[in-house]
């Protein structure tokens, strides 16, 4: 059935504390949604008839009674919106890190107060973690965890190409007889992978690497 040629255009109108940026699409159903913006700084596409009735007047962040859950400069807050906007938003910096290579944020996260129920207040220096570094952003795969902690995550798992081999940065250390926190601080100091790996070590440990594509146990 064909769209009416009669349509309100709802861009630039106001409801209560969202704003209408543009014309978004249609549900399955078929009805009219329209992208706005929150005034909290969320966007979402909402039904046009939501909207024009005023049972839509939030992103989510406005309380029955007019109430707003009064979370928007609080640190988990930002946590989520930035979840949100690397994962949803092709401007953020980070996207490219993030969404732009197949990482999401489960539906039910979308909305702020459903993520403060899943996962409450991160801990004194904490941050949020996915325990799958490629999976989503959703309750079965997050937790919170200290910035220490995730910076030893990072450091066990970070890998260096060297002479075409790729290995995890502790395995290059113990099979070229570095300690491992030398190799990782190199790194961190900007030395390139050749220097780091190198340094040190004699002509004849090297060959012997080289030659040998076993990882230790």
Known sequence: MAPPTNKIDLTGQTFGRLSVVKEAGRTPQGRGTWRCRCECGTEKDIVGNSLRSGTTRSCGCLRPGGRTHGMHGTRVYRIWKGIVRRTTKPQAHNYARYGGRGITICQRWLDFE????????????????????????????????????????????????????????????????????????????????????????????????????????
């Open 114 to 217: 459903s993520f403060y129920a899943d996962m409450g207040e991160p801990p004194e220096g904490g941050s949020i973690d996915r325990i799958d570094t490629d999976g989503p952003y959703s309750p079965d795969n997050c937790r919170w965890t200290t910035d220490a902690d995730q910076r030893r995550n990072q450091r066990r798992s970070v890998k260096l190409t060297w002479r075409g081999r790729t290995l995890v940065a502790k395995d290059w250390a113990t099979l070229l007889g570095l300690h491992h926190n030398t190799v990782y601080k190199r790194i961190a100091d900007g030395w390139d992978v050749e220097r780091a790996l190198t340094t040190g070590v004699a002509p004849e440990r090297i060959a012997e690497v080289l030659a040998s594509p076993a990882k230790p146990s």
